[in-house]
């Protein structure tokens, strides 16, 4: 796909407009289409999930010349399509899978190739389904429904305290270019009193470019000058830390699967990706926090100075409340004593006041010394702070006695300053150590959650034919079937043991038919007939798909269309009955094709249906690469009108139970016309009964011995 989105077929300006925008960038939007990931597709505005399998399908049809009504040519076989789909997309555990399932159809037989490769895709995934055991609340399936496809980082918190500057244009476009403006300020200076003044109101600046590098800095900033090229891990962390916090669920849950999986099976899975890569990739994501923070425990300093500011005010409170108990306490306690020399002096020349204010002085001085002292060092002990920060505390508190004892709040603030300037510095070298280890994933995790998403499309599959007990069938290239064991999926659920299972073979030559293509199928009411029809057309389907099929073993001809006609609903008018027949028409296409049809006797009066029915049967003989199963309660006024060689098969009632219920034997008889269900039941009143009404049930009894 060389051209852009508007080349490909269904997509106009509007749509791609639509796509460019939600995506980011046409390219994008095209790899979305390429993956036919009809999720993501679903999740642009205004595009439903089943607009988006027709997008899809409308670019297989132009890639590969197909589309799902080129073989499903009825709306029964469109509805059983439907709802195999339906099943097996309940196999999955993502929304990718899920969507992604509906871009599987039946091809045409010219594509057996496409079907052919699908099979083999498939099958080991049947395999590993077989083998890998699974409990209820599997964790295994917990994991999988947490991958999803991986996106860019919403809401991210922007850090006011670093800035990006850059001394030229063209490293300020760069910078805008790749939003690092979502993280942090960038800005574009000239001079370099401009940026000492930017400067002053961050924790840390980061220069790029030489330009200022030969002028003295002030003491007060802190500015790191980088003069080549950085890769973007270095310069703004935090933008690789976001990628992988914004993912780090879907990731370490595509990882712990690969891990599940390659421990229950030996599976091989993202084989790109070693145990030993997947531990260090695990390693490093556990250290971070979905905000795109290190979680606590990966770097002790950096733990140490947040605990410092998240705590600061308590302990300061804390500290000066019993401060000033203390002081309060202290003099409370203490007694001056006066000597005589002391007390005379009072009365000296220097005057009363100052000699004994000079000793209470220098007893209070003592004791709010003792007291500050003290908090200074409750408050190192109680923060783990280091001597050097210790100039911040001394700071705090005034060296004059005041009482209550006053902080200085300007202390205080060069205090959470520092502590916040090693805080900042500290976290970005660890993050630059943690982004640095991690980038080198980012394509691994992309790839990774890829293929995940990818396995989970196959593994439902694996799941669907692992529980209704499918198998690959047999593919051939002439129109028929062969099926030994077969269970209809509709009916009775996973692996339902109520199912019987059922044996048919049509256009296949077996030791009991001679490979006879067109049949009527007769049989009791309620026999099973229309489970058959459908079982072929699940089987038809499957097969056509290269999904394995609900039968022990199955030989299958590929053909290029399915025709399935249900049941029509009581005579039909003039109108509908016009309809119908136009609608058959289609059989005389000289398309290879299985052609189903279920009691078509019901549109008009028995005699007319059955001569329609013989006339179709006829045409559809006439195409050499042909199936058709025409079930019906008229084989033998059908076969009147016809001198064409039409086999009929029967499902056979055995008879009845004590409650006139049938005991069927659901596997069709070849070469046999099956006993309808009144007939039963009159033979069963005949041989309930006596007397009179003895001899009237056997005479109906006699009227339908006279037929055969
Ligand atoms: N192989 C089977 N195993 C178990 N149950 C079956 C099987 N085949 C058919 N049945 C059940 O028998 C019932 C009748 O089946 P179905 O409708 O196919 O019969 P029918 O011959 O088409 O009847 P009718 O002539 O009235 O249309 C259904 O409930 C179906 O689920």
Not at 64 to 70: I, K, L, N
Not at 614 to 637: K, R, W, Y
């Amino acid at each position: 796909m060389n051209g852009g989105l508007t080349e490909l077929p269904g997509i106009g300006e509007k749509i791609s407009s639509k796509l460019i925008s939600h995506f980011g960038s046409e390219q994008k939007a095209l790899e979305v289409l390429i993956k036919r990931d009809v999720a993501s597709l679903a999740e642009v505005p205004g595009i439903s999930e089943k607009y988006a399998i027709s997008i899809i399908h409308e670019m297989i049809s132009s890639e590969e010349g197909v589309s799902p009504d080129d073989f499903l040519k009825t709306n029964e076989a469109m509805n059983v399509y439907e709802r195999l789909i339906g099943l097996i997309r309940s196999y999955s555990h993502t929304t990718y899978s899920r969507s992604k399932l509906s871009t599987y159809f039946p091809y045409p037989s010219r594509n057996s190739d496409s079907i052919r490769s699908i099979q083999s895709d498939i099958k080991k995934y049947i395999e590993l389904a077989q083998k890998i055991s699974r409990s209820k609340n599997d964790e295994l399936d917990t994991c999988l429904k947490r991958v999803r496809n991986l996106k860019a980082p919403s809401n991210v918190t922007k850090s006011r305290d670093r800035v990006i500057v850059a001394d030229n244009k063209k490293d300020f476009e760069t910078l805008k270019n790749n939003d690092i403006d979502h993280y942090l300020d960038i800005s574009h200076v000239d001079n370099f009193h401009e940026l000492i003044d930017l400067a002053r109101g961050y924790s840390q600046t980061l220069v790029l470019g030489n330009k200022f590098t030969a002028n003295d800095l002030p003491e007060d900033v802190s500015i790191e000058f980088v003069d080549d090229a950085k890769d973007i891990w270095w310069l703004v962390p935090e933008v690789t830390i976001g990628f992988f916090a914004a993912n780090k669920e879907p990731v370490e849950s595509a990882l712990e699967v690969i891990k599940l999986i390659r421990s229950r099976s030996g599976f091989e899975l993202c084989t790109y990706l070693n145990d030993q890569a997947m531990a260090e990739l695990s390693g490093e994501l556990s250290m971070i926090t979905p905000d795109g923070e290190l979680v606590l425990g990966v770097d002790q300093e950096l733990d140490r100075l947040k605990d410092i500011l998240k705590r600061f005010n308590d302990v300061l409170k804390s500290v000066l409340k019993k401060a000033n108990n203390d002081l309060s306490e202290r003099m409370e306690k203490s007694t001056v004593t006066l000597k005589g020399s002391q007390l005379l002096g009072m009365f000296g020349e220097k005057g009363a006041d100052s000699g004994l204010k000079n000793m209470l002085e220098k007893e209070v001085n003592k004791a709010y010394a003792e007291v500050i002292g003290e908090s200074k060092e409750t408050i190192k002990k109680e923060l783990s702070l280091r001597s050097f920060e210790m100039q911040h505390v001394d700071l705090m508190f005034n060296d004059e006695v005041v009482y209550p004892i006053e902080i200085n709040y300007r202390g205080v603030e060069s205090f959470k300053n520092a502590i916040n300037k090693q805080l900042v510095s500290r976290s970005l070298e660890m993050k630059r150590s943690s982004a640095k280890k991690l980038s080198k994933y980012e394509k691994t995790c992309k790839d990774v959650v890829k293929d995940m998403l990818e396995f989970d499309m196959y593994y439902a599959i694996g799941l669907f034919s692992v529980d209704y007990e499918l198998r690959m069938p047999k593919l051939t290239k002439k129109a028929g079937i062969n099926l030994q064991n077969a269970r209809n999926i509709f009916i009775g659920g996973p692996s339902a043991k109520k199912v019987e299972p059922v044996n048919y073979s049509v256009g296949v030559k077996n030791p009991e038919t001679k490979a006879e293509k067109v049949v009527i199928l007769s049989g009791v009411n309620s026999g099973g007939k229309t489970t058959m029809l459908d079982l072929i057309a699940q089987v038809t389907i499957l097969a056509h798909m290269g999904f394995p099929v609900p039968a022990e073993s199955a030989e299958i001809g590929l053909v290029d269309e399915l025709l399935y006609f249900s049941k029509s609903k009581g005579t039909l008018s003039a109108g509908a009955f016009e309809t119908t027949i136009k609608d058959f028409s289609t059989v005389i296409s000289k398309n290879s094709k299985v052609v189903l049809v279920d009691e078509l006797e019901s549109i008009t009066e028995p005699g007319a249906s059955a001569r329609i029915i013989a006339g179709i049967l006829e045409t559809l003989h006439d195409n050499d690469n042909c199936m058709a199963v025409f079930v019906s309660h008229l084989a033998e006024q059908i076969l009147k009108n016809t001198k064409y060689p039409i086999r009929i098969d029967g499902i056979e009632a055995k008879g009845l139970d004590a409650n006139l219920n049938l005991i069927v034997d659901r596997t069709p008889r070849y070469n046999y016309l099956a006993k309808s269900t009144p007939e039963l039941i009159v033979e069963r009143l005949t041989k309930l009964s006596d007397g009179e009404k003895k001899e009237f049930y056997t005479r109906l009894l006699n009227k339908f011995k006279q037929n055969n």
